[in-house]
């Protein structure tokens, strides 16, 4: 994201909305034109026992017309413009004065795209920020994600605090077991419980770096501004990996929750 400069970004946004929209007016000139095609025909009434030359010829041109290229070029138009409004839009409502902002003004008032601007460092504080807050939201869904975990099947009271919490989880008594299958399954239902919470905690502490990376990149304001973009592009691809391992990690829980369930009727039976 911050290998490329807002200018270029901007522009090439530009070119996309140009190009989605020449696609749109030629795909609704085709759509108008096979309703009117359509049209016809239905005067027609048995389009298989058609006699007339005029309506045999707007059956053929109508059913010979194809729309799949430009529907998929199209298709491939709108997901780069939304991309690329994704990426440009929260630096230009942060960022008023940007260069980005300001070119989009002269576009708007001349019609045309000025040649590119000098890269300015102004805006790189707000996105270290915005990657902070987004590490501590990780943090947040981490640990909201190890309590249920901790508590396992008896629901604590609200007055309780964490470390209380997983004691009671700890001494909570086990489920009867009276088949040996049903050991097995215990056994590894806590082994994939364990595994899943150490790698919450090692997620845990990669977030907790982050951070204080983050920290330290707002620390070292003087430093140039390509510096500052190789830190912040590798930093956001460290926020992308945690949220995806993040999301690996909800679906693991899930399997093991219905694993222990799974576990908790075959030991009521």
């Known amino acids: 994201m911050a290998a490329r400069?807002?200018?270029?970004?901007?522009?090439?946004?530009?070119?996309?909305?140009?190009?989605?929209?020449?696609?749109q007016q030629r795909e609704n000139a085709a759509l108008r034109a096979q309703v009117h095609d359509l049209t016809e025909l239905l005067a027609g009434c048995d389009l298989c026992g058609l006699r007339d030359p005029h309506l045999?010829?707007?059956?053929?041109?109508?059913?010979?017309?194809?729309?799949?290229?430009?529907?998929?070029l199209l298709q491939l138009y709108r997901f780069e413009r939304q991309q690329?409004?994704?990426?440009?839009?929260?630096?230009?409502?942060?960022?008023?004065?940007?260069?980005?902002?300001?070119?989009?003004?002269?576009?708007?008032?001349?019609?045309?795209?000025?040649?590119?601007?000098?890269?300015?460092?102004?805006?790189?504080?707000?996105?270290?920020?915005?990657?902070?807050?987004?590490?501590?939201?990780?943090?947040?869904?981490?640990?909201?994600?190890?309590?249920?975990m901790s508590e396992q099947r008896r629901p604590a009271p609200a007055d309780m605090s964490q470390q209380q919490v997983d004691d009671a989880a700890d001494e909570s008594p086990s489920p009867p077991?009276?088949?040996?299958?049903?050991?097995?399954?215990?056994?590894?239902?806590?082994?994939?419980?364990?595994?899943?919470?150490?790698?919450?905690?090692?997620?845990?502490e990669h977030c907790e770096r982050a951070t204080r990376t983050l920290r330290e990149?707002?620390?070292?304001?003087?430093?140039?501004?390509?510096?500052?973009?190789?830190?912040?592009?590798?930093?956001?691809?460290?926020?992308?990996?945690?949220?995806?391992r993040n999301e690996a990690l909800r679906r693991e829980y899930g399997r093991y929750k219905a694993m222990v369930n799974q576990f908790t009727s075959f030991a009521e039976q």
């Open 56 to 72: 045999m010829a707007v059956r053929d041109r109508a059913f010979r017309r194809d729309l799949a290229s430009d529907q998929e």
């Open 5 to 23: 400069h807002e200018p270029e970004l901007f522009s090439s946004f530009v070119q996309a909305v140009a190009v989605c929209d020449e696609l």
């Open 217 to 244: 990149q707002l620390t070292a304001a003087q430093t140039s501004p390509d510096e500052q973009r190789e830190r912040i592009a590798a930093l956001e691809a460290t926020v992308a990996r945690l949220m995806t």
């Open 84 to 148: 690329q409004q994704e990426t440009l839009q929260p630096a230009m409502l942060e960022a008023p004065t940007a260069p980005a902002f300001q070119e989009s003004t002269l576009v708007e008032e001349n019609g045309a795209c000025p040649p590119p601007l000098q890269p300015e460092g102004e805006a790189l504080p707000h996105r270290v920020e915005a990657l902070e807050a987004a590490v501590a939201r990780l943090q947040s869904q981490l640990e909201a994600a190890r309590l249920p």
């Open 177 to 204: 077991r009276e088949v040996s299958g049903g050991d097995d399954t215990h056994q590894r239902a806590e082994a994939e419980r364990l595994v899943v919470q150490e790698e919450l905690c090692a997620i845990q």
